[in-house]
């Protein structure tokens, strides 16, 4: 079965509205073993035809066997696995990938074998090869430190390391001086003659002396087939041109002997030599594969790290690599868009935990009970003016609400506090019982202890105070022990409370006085029961003088004291109402049904019917925390589109880049093509090269933004937290970006024709 077998092949280029037939009808065949040369004057057709036979084209009618299989009815990817299995393509302008040593550029076919051996193996065999052609001292040089001659040597190392069946050569001396072209033509011939089929393209006679049978075209069509009157024989070559066929088109004597060069004396003295050399080419052709004809190298091969990564990822990092500053900056929109992003995250994270921490301060979990607003004559008295809650109602909520773990009453009161020569107001003065501090999460006593039960049942005169009124009164010196006035009371401070800070209001919440409520009620506050009706009454009779009159429905809350009864009962009425009651519920969870709990609670103690409002509302610190965490949210979601934005734009430039980059490397897609890679392989290796770009950005990102937010932490403080979401949403945002804006220009690049792609300048 021959090789090569063509039939009547034709090929028309339709340019518009004009048809330009380039191939009339061409039909030959090579049989395996062959060294051809197609010869024709320029714009003969013959790159042309090369192309077809390459299966880089398809001929308009005809056909064309290669290896017993019909190729012309084949599908562009069947095509490119043909000539990944069966050709080995070296160009005129030897089309190297710049900025790669030689062995990557011999290695670049295996990217898209379907047997490539192991990277190993695969380094071996590239090093075994550059060192037939002669370049084993060349290994890490990249083209531009290397001749032509030995581009071209890499040229045709790469297109062996396939093993292909077929070599096609189109004007491979075109761009060498003459000297090295006798040295590549001498090289194709030792291929030859170890086994190699090999195609010549050339319009340069001398350069088709080398060959063993010339195909002459012109004007697309055959017009001569010169077998050299001899029959095919793989064993039987001469490394040297043929004087003869050199002497009949009449090369010039001067070109001639540049040409034959230090082979001039075997030929000359013919016999001898000759021999010698045919033994040698015989020897060498005795040897099955092609790249074994030479011993293995004797050095070690050594792999990088590189080796550790599969081929695609190595072949984006190397594209990537030899454009280092480019790649830097299109990777630059990313980092800062990545960058940002994790800033944003961990500092607004942070600020919500600086700002929950604060909220836990305040007590966790707590709820607090106020008592309704008391009206009188349509008038609105405000907020816990109702003398409804009552300490009973504290310990029933305590008793009967299972979602509750704690509950105080608590009387509030304005005062100013005098410790010997000084005086003080505090924020708060604050009749309570000991549970108190456990709501708060307070327990914690700077010194002394809270006052108990006892106290409360007694009214005792005793206090503990905040650390702000030690620094005021006491001068920071312990004040255990030490009596100080409320209002003209005095109480002994029993106890200090632990620092607390101040809350998110900034208050400070140090700033207080805490005594039992009763002591508080009864002793120090003037809410005695002829003050508290006194104020109930004069602020709809006497301070509203003129309506008073208006309303003569509106009579006093409760009844004045006979004179009997006011000498009956010596002690005033003791009114048990209290300000609020503040509730500490199991869990921040349990809110919800602490309050539902509390409200029947209550309804009931108060006998509220249905339908009837609450005479007391209810407040938890969830609203707060809920409030303060969505405006946070808010903060963090509006920078947050700010830095989703910046990494839109970021992708943008990656595309605008790729595309670039696709046009840039047009020649070089068109030479993986050539080399047998298919369009998903170039979509693919542009698609990784984006990703690559936006996972490294991504990753420098990453760090620049935990930079960022570290310097914010060392500047003001605020706590930072590293959000493992955060990382690893900039990295699969950043993948993303990659596909989403890497993928038209790889698509672009993949749907780029092979022959149009190699013909780019
Ligand atoms: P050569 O024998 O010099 O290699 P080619 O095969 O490259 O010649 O070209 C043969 C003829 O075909 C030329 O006249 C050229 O103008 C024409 N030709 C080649 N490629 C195209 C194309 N893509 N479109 C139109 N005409 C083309
Ligand atoms: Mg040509």
Not at 149 to 155: D, K, N
Not at 215 to 239: A, C, F, K, Q, Y
Not at 379 to 398: A, H, N, Q, R, W
Not at 513 to 542: F, G, H, Q
């Amino acid at each position: 079965m021959s090789l090569l077998r063509l039939e009547n092949i034709t090929k028309t280029y339709h340019l518009g509205e004009i048809d330009v037939p380039v191939l009339k009808g061409i039909s030959f065949t090579v049989e395996r073993g062959e060294l051809v040369a197609l010869m024709g004057a320029s714009g003969s057709g013959k790159s042309t035809l090369m192309n077809l036979l390459g299966c880089l084209d398809r001929p308009t009618s005809g056909k064309y066997w290669l290896d017993g299989q019909e190729i012309s009815s084949l599908s562009a990817n069947d095509r490119a696995l043909v000539r990944m299995a069966k050709l080995g393509f070296v160009f005129q302008s030897f089309n190297l990938l710049p900025r790669t040593t030689a062995v990557n550029n011999v290695l670049m076919p295996l990217d898209y074998s379907t047997k490539a051996p192991s990277i190993r193996t695969a380094v071996e065999r590239a090093h075994e090869i550059l060192e037939r052609v002669g370049l084993g001292d060349r290994l890490e040089h990249v083209p531009s430190q290397m001749s032509g001659g030995q581009q071209q040597r890499v040229a045709i190392a790469r297109s062996l390391i396939n093993e292909p069946a077929l070599l096609l050569a189109d004007e491979p001396t075109g761009n060498l001086d003459s000297q090295t072209s006798v040295e590549i033509l001498e090289m194709f011939q030792q291929l030859n003659a170890a086994g190699l089929t090999v195609m010549l393209v050339t319009h340069d006679p001398k350069v088709a002396a080398y060959a063993d049978r010339v195909i002459r075209v012109v004007d697309g069509l055959i017009v001569e087939d010169d077998h050299g009157g001899r029959s095919i024989d793989v064993t039987r070559r001469d490394p040297k041109p043929k004087r003869e066929r050199i002497d009949a088109v009449g090369a010039t004597p001067a070109a001639h002997a540049a040409m034959v060069g230090a082979g001039e004396s075997s030929i000359s003295d013919g016999g001898g030599t000759m021999v010698a050399v045919r033994e040698r080419t015989a020897a060498i052709a005795a040897k099955p594969a092609v790249a074994a004809t030479i011993a293995a190298p004797a050095h070690s091969v050594r792999l990088g790290v590189a080796a550790l990564f599969p081929a695609p990822l190595r072949t984006a990092a190397t594209a990537l690599r030899r454009n280092k500053m480019r790649s830097a900056l299109t990777a630059l929109g990313v980092i800062i868009g990545v960058g940002a992003v994790i800033a944003m995250v961990e500092i607004s994270q942070g600020s919500r935990t600086s700002l929950m921490q604060t909220m836990a301060t305040m007590g966790a979990n707590t709820i607090m009970v106020r008592s309704g607003a008391a009206a009188s004559g349509g008038i609105s008295f405000g907020s816990g003016t109702l003398l409804t809650l009552t300490p009973g109602d504290s310990e029933e909520i305590e008793r009967e609400a299972s979602a509750v773990v704690a509950t105080a009453p608590v009387v509030q009161i304005q005062g100013q506090v005098v410790y010997g020569n000084r005086n003080w107001i505090p924020m708060n003065v604050m009749g309570t019982t000991a549970p108190y501090l456990t709501i708060r999460d307070w327990e914690q006593m700077d010194e002394g202890e809270m006052f108990t039960d006892r106290d409360v049942r007694n009214a005792n005169k005793v206090c503990v105070i905040g650390q702000t009124l030690v620094k005021e009164l006491f001068d920071g010196q312990s004040p255990i022990g030490e009596d100080l006035r409320v209002k003209n009371v005095s109480l002994r401070v029993i106890g200090v409370l632990g620092r607390k800070g101040s809350n998110m209001m900034g208050m400070d919440q140090d700033d207080v006085l805490l005594a039992p409520w009763t002591t508080v009620k009864y002793r120090i506050s003037d809410n005695s029961a002829a003050a508290t009706e006194a104020a109930a009454s004069s602020s709809t009779t006497s301070e509203v003088n003129s309506l008073n009159e208006l309303y003569p429905g509106s009579t006093a809350l409760y009844a004045e004291q006979s004179a009997s009864q006011l000498a009956n009962t010596p002690q005033p009425v003791r009114f048990t109402n209290v300000d609020q009651i503040s509730v500490k519920a199991r869990s921040a969870a349990e809110i919800p049904v602490a309050m539902d709990e509390i409200t029947s609670i209550l309804r009931q103690r108060h006998r509220i019917r249905f339908g009837q409002t609450d005479d007391f509302n209810l407040r938890d610190m969830s609203e707060m925390v809920k409030m303060m965490g969505s405006m946070s949210e808010m903060m963090g979601g509006l920078l947050m589109i700010v830095a989703l934005i910046s990494l839109v734009v970021g992708g943008v430039g990656i595309m605008n880049i790729m595309l670039v980059s696709v046009t840039e490397r047009t020649r070089e897609i068109g030479l993986r093509m050539a080399v047998g890679a298919r369009s998903y392989h170039i979509l693919r290796q542009f698609l990784i090269e984006a990703i690559v770009l936006c996972v490294f950005g991504g990753g420098i990102g990453i760090l620049l933004g935990r930079a960022a937010s570290y310097a914010v932490w060392l500047g003001l403080r605020w706590p930072v937290a590293a959000s493992i979401p955060a990382i690893v949403g900039a990295f699969v945002v950043s993948a993303t970006i990659g596909v989403a804006f890497g993928f038209y220009p790889a698509w672009k690049a993949s749907r780029l024709d092979p022959i149009e792609a190699l013909r780019y300048e």
